[in-house]
């Protein structure tokens, strides 16, 4: 079992730029989230998915697309990239309430 | 508005001894919590829960301890140990289809050898 694992790891990419983060997860989970996290504000959830085919907003939505055409995989999109957006992303999923997260992914956004 | 709260970014522990963290919440639908710990480069990892019809729960060294009158938890490491040195963030959800949950803003651990 993989668990959880995000792509890519690291990534650095122009204002305006468009990019995607792929989540893929192995535990055959009904639920799956993606989080920013930036310093001194904790992991906030920018978009969430309930099964294959759903999905809703979080609490920092904007500048972000998400797609979950398959219950394994989750995925980020951000159309136009922007200096605000650099941050550490990471995925989640679960079953219950605990959920399990990926390793993260670096962006960096001049 | 942050309607989970830690209040210290970090704390400095000697080995052996017992680490506290403190969490607070302002949210009263909130009724499981739950403590994960983060290593650097790496994803936060599940460490303890603890659903609000108890106010404790033990693993090992770690205890949980939940006082809903006050809107307040804490997790207790006993003894700590150099490698528990991490980021620790508490979380809250309440029941519901989407299992969201709410994250405080973290205390960053140091045990000192």
């Known amino acids: 079992n993989a668990g959880v694992t995000q792509t890519p790891k690291f990534r650095v990419l122009k204002t305006g730029q468009s990019m995607t983060l792929l989540c893929a997860q192995d535990?055959?989970?009904?639920?799956m989230y993606w989080y920013r996290q930036d310093p001194g504000m904790g992991l906030r959830l920018i978009h969430y998915?309930?099964?294959?085919?759903?999905?809703a907003k979080g609490e920092v939505p904007d500048g972000y697309n998400v797609s979950r055409l398959k219950k394994q995989n989750f995925l980020l999109g951000l159309e136009s990239a922007a200096p605000s957006q650099t941050s550490v992303y990471f995925c989640?999923?679960?079953?219950?309430?605990?959920?399990?997260f990926g390793p993260g992914t670096r962006l960096t956004v001049t | 508005d942050q309607q989970v709260k830690q209040n210290s970014p970090s704390l400095s522990v000697q080995e052996g001894r017992i680490s506290i963290l403190n969490c607070d919440y302002t949210?009263?639908?909130?009724?499981?919590f739950l403590w994960y710990k983060k290593y650097p480069a790496e994803g936060p990892t599940f460490l303890i829960s603890?659903?609000?019809?108890?106010d404790k729960n033990e693993d090992g060294r770690f205890t949980v301890f939940l006082n809903k009158s006050a809107k307040h938890l804490s997790l207790h490491i006993v003894p700590s140990q150099p490698g528990d040195s991490a980021v620790y963030f508490c979380?809250?959800?309440?029941?519901?289809?989407?299992?969201?949950?709410?994250f405080g803003t973290g205390t960053l651990l140091a045990v000192q050898p």
């Open positions: 989640a999923s679960s079953s219950l309430e605990e959920q399990y």
């Open positions: 535990m055959n989970h009904e639920y």
């Open positions: 998915s309930v099964g294959e085919g759903t999905t």
């Open positions: 949210n009263s639908m909130f009724d499981y």
């Open positions: 603890i659903s609000s019809i108890k």
């Open positions: 979380a809250a959800t309440h029941g519901g289809a989407t299992n969201k949950l709410i």
